[in-house]
């Protein structure tokens, strides 16, 4: 499994939004994937 690496940006986020890394990884590995904008794609989790 490839280690995530998170940006100061998205660490930053993830404060603001009482999101922990785990919890966004967890998103990330097993979430469901979501059209966000053109050309990217997001993660979603409900926990």
């Given at each position: 499994?490839?280690?995530?690496e998170?940006s100061k940006h ?36 409900k926990?």
């Amino acid at each position: 499994m490839k280690k995530i690496e998170f940006s100061k940006h998205a660490l930053l986020r993830m404060e603001v939004r009482g999101a922990t890394k785990e919890e966004v990884e967890l998103a990330i590995r097993m979430g469901e994937i979501v059209s966000v904008k053109q050309n990217q794609i997001g993660f979603r989790k409900k926990l």
